[in-house]
């Protein structure tokens, strides 16, 4: 976000490149999904995702789509007869899904993601974490994300582990004895040197 001076001191504020945030504690409206989905639609993303889920959470997964009728997500499921709503279907395949379809729209921008561990089962936390990493990468955006899991950050350790470490950083809150909160920032070969040696923990980093 750019702020800049207008006339009689007015402040104007410009967006300069897409934002978007997502927290599992807000349920963002459907349209925006939908305007997600259409952009992932556009750039050919969707059956990768399909794909993702289909290997990863539930192999009966064929196609999931916007209903514009219903305007909900719809699930198209070899055990089932016909398409059911995503909602059918368990939290975190739902937030793998939803969070996929994030990063198209972001493109050349940023995406914020509050606790993104949030329904996913740990052991999905791997793969997915590599996933985020190769999207955004893909589409030149820059993730905060925000998690209490152990599972969630070794997943992006791993994922820094075999891409490029310097796209990665690793931020930790400090409590000061005065309590007064700080942040310790790695960089990625930092942090990954440190998990090497003693396998330290980003939650209790001093």
């Known amino acids: 976000v750019y702020r800049g001076r207008m006339a009689q001191d007015q402040v104007s504020v410009k967006q300069v ?5 997502n927290t599992p ?11 997600y989905y259409l952009r992932c639609s556009e750039d050919k993303i969707i059956d990768r995702i399909v794909g993702f889920i289909k290997e990863n959470v539930h192999p009966g997964v064929e196609k999931i789509y916007w209903d ?8 198209a499921d070899v055990g089932l007869p016909r398409a059911v709503d995503l909602s059918q279907y368990g939290e975190g395949m739902q937030r793998v899904f939803l969070l996929a379809l994030l990063f198209a729209s972001a493109s050349n921008g940023v995406v914020l993601v ?20 190769k999207l955004a990468k893909e589409f030149s955006v820059q993730v905060f994300a925000t998690t209490h899991s152990k599972e969630c950050i070794d997943g992006f350790v791993e994922a820094c582990r075999t891409g490029a470490q310097d796209d990665f950083a690793f931020i930790g809150l400090v409590n000061a004895p005065d309590n007064v909160r700080s942040a310790r ?15 330290v923990d980003l939650r209790g980093v001093v």
């Open 185 to 199: 920032v790695f960089s990625g070969r930092q942090y990954v040197e440190a998990c090497d040696l003693a396998d």
């Open 68 to 75: 514009d009728e219903a305007r909900r997500f719809k699930v």
């Open 25 to 35: 504690f807000y349920n963002n409206e459907q349209g925006n999904y939908r305007r």
């Open 17 to 21: 490149a897409p934002v978007i945030f």
């Open 114 to 133: 509050d606790e993104l561990e949030n329904a996913i089962h740990p052991r999905l936390l791997g793969s997915f974490t590599a996933l985020v990493a």
